[in-house]
Each structure stands twice: as C-alpha cells, then as structure tokens.
T-cell receptor, first 112, second 113 residues
Framework: QKEVEQNSGPLSVPEGAIASLNCTYSDRGSQSFFWYRQYSGKSPELIMSIYSNGDKEDGRFTAQLNKASQYVSLLIRDSQPSDSATYLCAVGLSSNTGKLIFGQGTTLQVKP | DAGVTQSPTHLIKTRGQQVTLRCSPISGHKSVSWYQQVLGQGPQFIFQYYEKEERGRGNFPDRFSARQFPNYSSELNVNALLLGDSALYLC????????????FGQGTRLTVV
C-alpha cells in the first residue's frame, strides 16, 4: 500500500464546474496536509495547507480533512482552463524530520 | 521578496560523473529540503537540513549527500551518476523544521547520459 494515494486521472471537467480531487494516506499519526499545483515542466506551487479536521476555504479552493477516514480532498469551484495542471497531495509525517510524502498527482483538465 | 532560488536550471552529465546542485532559501527560512521528482511521479524526499544539521534522510543511496551553510543555503551532491538519477531536483524552503509548509524553487533538471 502506498503511503499517499491519488487517482492519476486525468480528471476532466467543463469550465465553471466544481473539480473534486481526492487523496488517502496510511500514516494515522500524520499531522499536516498540503495541496500543490504543478504545471507541466514547472515546480510544485503550494496552494492549500490544512492541519485539523474540517474544511478550509481560500478563494475558489476548499481543502477538506477527515483524519478518522485518513482522507484529504481539494475542491476547486468555478474551474477555469488555467486550473489545468497536476495536483499533488502531500502529507507531513508524525516524526520531526520535515519529510513530506507526496502522492503521484492527479491531472486535471478544464475544458472551455 | 525573492523566493527559493536554485542553480543551475538545467544540467547534462555523463554516467559516473559527480554533480553539485545549489539552493538559496527564502529570506528568514532556516530549513531546506531536497526532493527528487521523476517524470509522472510525485517528489521523493531526499534530505532535510535545519540550522546546518541533517534532520531527515530519505531512502536514497550514500551517493547522495548534502550540506547547509551558515547563511542557510544548501548544496546537494550526487556522486557516481547513474542514468536513473535523471530527474527534476527540487529544493524546498521552510521557516522551521518539522512538518511545516514547504515552498519549492524552480528546480534543476538533471539529465545523465
């Protein structure tokens, strides 16, 4: 079992729709959770961080965390073609090593 | 403020050679981490340094080494390069150690031929 799992996609949504990206993790002691956006040929860009159960909203983005189910999700409202990218879920482990475990990423395609 | 800067941006090396990659963190950040990202996969953790001390090491061979300088910049060294070392090498800057937010530089694309 991979430590952080994401569906590789591609996930295709029409412009203006809600895109829902999901991630599961295996380490129950994980303390921090992040979503990164990576455009083709570029480096990952941090877009959301979440540390406690529930929802966290930032503009069109909402991160959701459920530690009991070991599940993190990212919702993108009013999706735009510029949102087309690979979205990486990253989990910070319970140990103090600073290590982030990344999923393989989900490719999102927003069609005009 | 300047973000994380890495150099060089691209590099081509021959098998068996050695390479040094450099990273300057965001001003005020004391932690630097290194990741390797091969095509189609998420980044894999190589090292974290905080206050010049190694705080974490990933599952990479001893050919990989790193250090952090008093100004918090860092170098990643890879010896005896293999074809499989071809990847995007990412440096991430964090304000502190532990599982905190990490901000990536633009990366160094290493090609081993």
């Amino acid at each position: 079992q991979k430590e952080v799992e994401q569906n590789s996609g591609p996930l295709s949504v029409p412009e203006g729709a809600i895109a829902s990206l999901n991630c599961t993790y295996s380490d129950r002691g994980s303390q921090s959770f992040f979503w990164y956006r990576q455009y083709s040929g570029k480096s990952p860009e941090l877009i959301m961080s979440i540390y406690s159960n529930g929802d966290k909203e930032d503009g069109r983005f909402t991160a959701q965390l459920n530690k009991a189910s070991q599940y993190v999700s990212l919702l993108i409202r009013d999706s735009q073609p510029s949102d087309s990218a690979t979205y990486l879920c990253a989990v910070g482990l319970s140990s103090n090593t600073g290590k982030l475990i990344f999923g393989q990423g989900t490719t999102l395609q927003v069609k005009p | 403020d300047a973000g994380v800067t890495q150099s060089p941006t691209h590099l081509i090396k021959t098998r068996g050679q050695q390479v040094t990659l450099r990273c300057s963190p965001i001003s005020g950040h004391k932690s630097v981490s290194w990741y390797q990202q091969v095509l189609g996969q998420g980044p894999q953790f190589i090292f974290q340094y905080y206050e010049k001390e190694e705080r974490g090491r990933g599952n990479f061979p001893d050919r990989f080494s790193a250090r952090q300088f008093p100004n918090y910049s860092s170098e990643l060294n890879v010896n005896a390069l293999l074809l499989g070392d071809s990847a995007l090498y990412l440096c991430a800057s964090s304000p502190r150690t532990g599982s905190s937010e990490a901000f990536f530089g633009q990366g160094t694309r290493l090609t081993v031929v």
